[in-house]
């Protein structure tokens, strides 16, 4: 009898083994193609530190639309078509809406951040803030006032042409502090700019995936400060009193300004503060805080690094800089300087400002985390990706709950089938077409419910820096 016992022991233990390994594998073989993952690592060896968006693109080649990745038990799904982005991100935008844990941006004050709130009503009410005042019907407002700071910044580069990244950073945050805050900057030695910078790289190295063991084992910020290993507790601690300085003290600059009856009007702060009666409550003023402090730091890096990409192509594409001065001088004539509404009657220099988007977007894998290395200026820019809240199947894939879901913005917008020669600067390309000039900006400027709420601020922005520069200027290689 004994025997028996032990005899059906094995065979349940040896059925449920095999049942668990013919499930696993079952699971394994519904998951979207990807390269061969190795035992616990999964792929994380294989994802580089930098320039990944280059990786990810020869395995989209390899593998397809849909790649799927493990890091450590971190399920990655990387989109590569601009199809499948639009089906599962603004299709099903329900369920892949939400942001993965970041448990030591969190603990470095960055915790109550637009960026990295869930999908929940505090999300939805800091989005709204930011729509209602950047959104396409408010943003005509702040036109006149970027279009005198991209003159400002020409007429400097004419005075200090080998200084041009440094007066680039001046005249961008220049522009964002004065929407977001109603504060106007002439030097970049401002003490909200150089809080913001400091908040900036705060966030750029406390959201770096892979180098916080927290992130992983979230329970070990509740360890006492004095056992051993938990000097990322310290760091933590000394980071969110930066980060509450810089969300805190220019929105108050902003609140005080407008009661004393000294704001610069219209600016984001204001007009939300105008919507609550100048009496917002507890809740919405920290909503109110937290998005414009996203505002001023989401706007700056993104903003330089599309205007830096700009004169980098008109350097290398002389022929192009000259057919978009020719449109200008032909549709505008000598007498004035092209403004952000003659965009529509300028279709060659819109194109080539879709193409700077396009040929080296801002943020190369949507909201991924990466180091962004413009041509002519290094820079690392932080974005989040999108995180699946439950088991989806699509075309047959199985893409399973707590997925981080990258778009390869890089991929979409270098597809050789939809965009010729990917690697060659060409407006001519959109043949004067909004359809295909949005194709671009769909992608740039991420997608669903996570899509950029600055998207027609970062459009306006280029667009007047561009077409006052090519305007006025020849842009050469130093003699």
């Not at 917008?413 to 004067?432: A, G, I, K, S, T």
Request: glycine share 6%; charged share 20%.
């Amino acid at each position: 009898m004994e025997s028996l016992s032990n005899n059906i022991g094995i065979t349940l233990l040896a059925a449920g083994v095999a049942y668990f390994a013919f499930a696993s594998l079952v699971r394994r073989t519904n998951y979207p193609p990807g390269p061969r993952r190795l035992p616990i690592v999964g792929n994380a060896f294989q994802i580089p530190k930098t320039f990944q968006w280059l990786t990810f693109s020869k395995w989209a080649e390899k593998y397809g639309s849909i790649v799927y990745l493990e890091a450590v038990g971190q399920p990655l799904v990387l989109l590569n078509s601009y199809e499948v982005a639009k089906d599962l991100l603004e299709q099903r935008s329900a369920i892949y809406s939400d942001r993965p844990h970041l448990e030591m941006a969190y603990l470095s004050g960055y915790d109550k951040a637009f960026v990295l709130q869930p999908y929940n009503d505090n999300w939805r009410q800091q989005r709204k803030i930011l729509t209602q005042d950047l959104g396409p019907r408010m943003i005509p407002r702040y036109h006149t006032f970027k279009e005198g700071e991209a003159r400002l910044l020409t007429k400097s580069i004419l005075d200090e042409p080998s200084n041009l990244e440094h007066l680039i950073k001046l005249r961008i945050a220049a522009i964002i502090l004065r929407i977001t805050y109603g504060h106007y900057i002439s030097a970049d030695t401002d003490p909200f700019l150089t809080l913001g910078r400091a908040a900036m790289d705060i966030f750029s190295r406390s959201a770096e995936p892979g180098v916080w063991l927290v992130d992983a084992i979230p329970i070990l910020k509740k360890l006492p400060t004095w056992v051993p290993g938990t000097g990322f507790l310290h760091t933590a601690a000394a980071w969110r009193q930066v980060v509450h300085k810089a969300a805190w003290e220019p929105y108050m600059w902003a609140k005080r300004n407008l009661e004393s009856g000294t704001a610069l009007l219209p600016n984001t702060c204001a007009t939300a503060l105008e919507a609550s009666g100048g009496q917002p409550s507890t809740e919405l003023e920290e909503q109110l805080v937290w998005a414009a402090c996203m505002m001023m730091e989401g706007g700056m890096d993104t903003s330089m690094i599309s205007a830096m990409n700009f004169f980098h192509a008109m350097l290398l594409n002389p022929a192009v800089q000259k057919k978009a001065q020719k449109e200008i001088d032909s549709v505008i004539g000598l007498d004035r300087l092209p403004t952000i509404e003659d965009k529509d009657s300028l279709p060659y220099v819109k194109g080539l400002v879709t193409e700077v988007l396009r040929l080296r977007p801002a943020i190369p894998l949507g909201l991924f985390f990466v180091s962004v290395i413009s041509p002519v200026l290094t820079r690392q820019t932080k974005g989040v990706p999108h995180a699946l809240v439950k088991d989806d199947l699509y075309e047959g894939m199985h893409l399973p709950k707590g997925s981080v879901v990258i778009p390869n913005a890089w991929h979409m917008l270098h597809d050789p089938d939809v965009f010729p020669n990917p690697m060659e600067f060409q407006p001519e390309r959109y043949n004067n077409l909004d359809s295909a000039m949005k194709r671009v900006t769909d992608v740039a400027f991420g997608f669903g419910r996570r899509l950029c709420p600055g998207k027609a601020f970062g459009e306006g922005t280029l667009f007047a820096i561009a077409s006052t520069v090519l305007a006025t200027c020849d842009i050469t290689p130093p003699r």
